[in-house]
């Protein structure tokens, strides 16, 4: 482990390269030298959403960060003397958003906790020592510290205070100067925020405002197309940076200056897209890299938006959605992010998504970093979405590119077109949506042609490969050739949440799938083998992946042409009675 984590440091030190990390020392420690923030302008109010059970778990001794669960040793003096099992988890301690969770329990063993620990970082790192001197994390460890700074001063004298401005001071003049380094995108966004919080909070840091306003309003156009979408096309990341854009509008406002209008336009464009993101149980969609998004962030940034724009009617950001009655699906049509884009991108063209209600039924497996590398790439492969795959091969191949100074997997090939056409007609709302990314290795083309009631009650699916023109019919045919005629073997996969249990029925014809709500919903295929086996769930905030089930459709494709059609029909509403209120525990379901 210890191994490891000299490897994860390593890597992230190569990542920003000899010159910026000289640069962050230089500047963490002459940032140091000026005169320090003597006090608020006026008495912050906390804008982040912390989880209680998360909270508790800490004040236990039980330390859940990054996928790795630390047990606080007995003799344990300060947070920053736990064992780090890498460098991802050092790093989420060093950013703070932890206090967020310790705020949310809001006892005064967590307040006396926090104020320990925060003294203790000052005392280990607060020169300009360790990890947390980069700009992302100095600009998340900002807005917590200011967010929470009645929780973390009540009860404490004076010379907290005067070393709590201090240190303030310290990582704002640090910020100032190394945002530059950021990579575009959310890091780069958490630290003009992080400047732009403190120079309008803080006395005596006033005239770091203007400039990052003004990089916070190109970076705007540059990150965020005239449609509200970011390259990397995770959903997650969207919501973080619109998060933190509200953030920043909220507070140029209180302090009674203008919103700059790229920011506003930008709050005003994300803010549509993210509605047509999200299911009807208010979770976004799982998909490039990103998760579900913190239960209560999505309603809470839109709420600060002031904006209610109508979910968009055509696809958003590469996603369609179709929604009907309490049933909403959404499927990746666009174009995989290539190359260095996001080191996080995944094959998983033609993939959905199906929720009822307050219950994900049909999911992808999700982003599996944080279990290790082996599931962070298993996560990418297109078998881990419910989409067609062709045995052996994904839609979109993985190879290695240089990114600075360092090697990244990313995706090196991808499909070169892709096609969909979204129509509400009387009784349904279909999608037809087509990728070549098989063309290349068999010469064939997957379509998949979704109609969803506009009562929501039944899905009908159509799965076609084929050929579209005479090149593609000899890369086939060499293909067949390959497989001796057998016909090339691919499967159609319908990964199901954790909470759906899952019944063949019918003699092997149907499967019945049972969420936790009461509601009854069939699965049933036409010409392909039916059968239910093993998945998993790799959920962020877990130590391991959580096991669930998948349907698979088996079959070959023996001719230019081969469709498998399926169906998901709601059986049995929810009882009338049922409350489908539950809410899981994190370490709990571990």
Known sequence: MAEQHKADIWKRSASRGFRYRSLDRFQAFVSGLGRPATGFHSAPEPRTIGRFARGRQMLAGNFLFAGHLVEAPSGLNTLWDLPMPSLSYEMELHGFAWLDDLAAVGSVDARVQAQNW?????????????????????????????????????????????????????????????????????P?????????????????????????????????????????????????????????????????????????????????????????????????????GGGRGLDGRLDQALAMAGVRPAPAETPVMGYARLSGGRTSVLVDVGAPPLGTITPDAHASSMAMEVTSARRPLIVNCGPGGTFGEDWRRAGRATPSHSTLCIDGYSSSRLGTRKSGPIWQEVLVEV????????????????????????????????????????????????????????????????????????????????HLHPDVEAHVDMGGRAISLLPRSGEVWVFRAGEADLTLQPSVYLEKGRLKPRATKQIVLSALALDYVTEVGWSLAKAQDASPAARDLEVDDLLAAN
């Open 188 to 288: 780069r966004f958490e630290a003009l925020t992080g400047i732009i919080y403190a120079g309008l909070s803080l006395q005596g840091m006033e005239q770091h405002v203007k400039p990052a306003l003004k990089a916070l309003e190109l970076e705007c156009g540059r990150q965020i197309d005239m449609n509200g979408g970011i390259a990397s096309r995770n959903p997650e990341e969207l919501l973080e940076i619109f998060t933190l854009l509200t953030w920043a509008s909220a507070a140029v406002s209180e302090s009674d200056q203008m919103v700059p209008k790229a920011v506003s336009d930008a709050i005003e464009k994300v803010a549509a897209t993210l509605r047509a993101l999200r299911h009807t149980d208010g979770a976004l969609a799982r998909f490039h």
């Open 415 to 494: 499909p070169n077109l892709v096609t969909q056409r979204v129509q509400t007609e009387e009784t349904a709302v279909t999608l037809l949506a087509s990728h070549d990314g098989y063309r290349r290795t068999h010469g064939l083309t997957h379509s998949r042609y979704l109609e969803l009631g506009l009562d929501g009650r039944g899905l009908i699916g159509v799965d076609t490969l084929s050929v579209t023109d005479d090149a593609d019919r000899r890369s086939f045919e060499l293909a067949m050739d390959v497989a001796n005629l057998n016909g090339i073997p691919f499967s159609i996969r319908f």
């Open 118 to 186: 925060l003294r203790d970082w000052i005392n280990h790192y607060g020169k300009g020592r360790g990890v947390g001197w980069v700009p992302d994390l100095t600009g998340r460890r900002l807005i917590r510290w200011i967010n929470h700074a009645l929780f973390l001063l009540a009860g404490e004298g004076s010379a907290m205070s005067k070393d709590y401005f201090a240190s303030l001071a310290h990582q704002t003049k640090f910020l100032a100067r190394r945002w530059p380094s950021t990579a575009p995108g959310l």
